[in-house]
């Protein structure tokens, strides 16, 4: 069979400027629908050892922190070293106050690297809570509304069978 017109055959190309636009468009797309998440609180914390850890000496004292949970999960006491503070927001007010005394004055804005916390806190016991006694240990707020860190290390322990 022959074909009129010649043998010529075209060769096609493809168009790059409507490729690069595609491009440049689904690049301004992302930028734009992009969500830049601010990080979170640094919390200075120390996982639980295992069972074979040796406990480190040290001359401060070793501070102890228990909350315990009603059945609900609620506050049912917040306890240092052993001495009920109460299950009220005055508990963890007192509680920043012991610590501080614990650790000191603060007044250089760093923490005491030295000293320790333990938070032990009831399997049950309700997320906020647990970040309230966190936030109680961790650092003081002044009146004009600035954060003085106390403490260096928190620790938590083991985790309890609820059973």
């Known amino acids: 069979m022959k074909f009129r017109g010649g043998s010529k055959v075209e060769k096609i190309a493809p168009q790059m400027a409507p490729m690069i636009d595609v491009v440049f468009q689904l690049l301004i797309f992302f930028m734009l629908t992009l969500k830049i998440v601010a990080p979170e609180g640094e919390f200075g914390i120390n996982m639980p050892l295992g069972a074979g850890g040796n406990p480190t000496d040290s001359l401060l004292p070793e501070i102890n922190v228990r909350v315990l949970a009603t059945p609900a999960g609620e506050l049912g006491s917040l306890q240092l070293n052993g001495v009920n503070l109460g299950n009220d927001d005055a508990a963890f007010a007192e509680l920043t106050s012991k610590i501080r005394a614990i650790a000191g004055d603060p007044s250089d804005a760093t923490p005491n690297e030295d000293l320790s916390v ?18 109680s240990v961790s650092g003081d707020k002044l009146p004009d509304g600035t954060t003085v860190p106390l403490v260096g290390n928190i620790k938590f322990a083991q985790a309890r069978d609820p059973r």
């Open 118 to 135: 333990t938070i032990d806190p009831d399997y049950d016991l309700n997320y906020r809570w647990f970040i309230k006694t966190v936030g």
